[in-house]
């Protein structure tokens, strides 16, 4: 089947998720063993769990300031897109955006995305953390295509091997040195200009 609508990884493929955690927690270092402490948390929960509780467990577990969550939250929403995240907006198929976090927070990253998704999922509202496939196969619902019909482009290596799990076409792009490539199947690149250009050449090669 060809790819007829593309979900997208909001918080680390769309927006510089980084700098708000690399902020709250005082440094790039401390910030990404933070934001990885809340995504094993995430993994092995599955089920929607508050997010602001996970976060909260992973600061104290890594003896950060008890501020830090509030300050994570105040700079949420400063938070940008990737400057190559303009390139979305040239795509012809209906897109949506996939995240790992509460709604209220979800809803703050995607406008300040300045672009026009068809929807915007949290896991608050599926009811599940990626990588479980029960997210993906909500987000390939609301779009309205078969998980066979649809691209995911992720921004973390276990994000990517989630969506192929769950049956979904997958373009990883590398936002940290320490992703690099995921899996060997799985398509990496290191801007989602890059990615766009390879989606509108393959539309228009069916057209």
Known sequence: MTVQGVLFDLLMGVMNS??????AAGDLERGLRWRDAVTAR????????????????????LGLSRRAPAKLKDR??????????AAVS???????????????????AADRSRLQPRFTLSAEEAGWYK????????????????????????????DAAGARAAGLHVWLVVRRP???????????????????DSIVRDSAARE
């Open 90 to 108: 040239r795509l012809s198929l209906p897109y949506g955006f996939v995240t790992n976090t509460s709604t209220a927070l979800a809803r703050i």
């Open 42 to 61: 995430m993994v092995a929960a599955r089920r929607y769990v508050p997010y602001e509780d996970l976060v909260a467990d992973a600061a104290a577990e």
């Open 178 to 196: 320490d992703h690099r490539r995921g899996e060997a199947n799985i398509r990496a690149a290191g801007s989602l200009v890059e990615i766009v």
């Open 76 to 85: 949420w929403s400063e938070m940008d897109p990737w400057p190559d995240a």
């Open 18 to 23: 980084l700098d708000p955690w690399q902020s």
């Open 131 to 158: 990588p479980d496939p029960a997210i993906y196969e909500a987000a390939c619902q609301r779009i309205g295509l078969d998980p066979a019909q649809t691209m995911f482009v992720a921004g973390s290596p276990y």
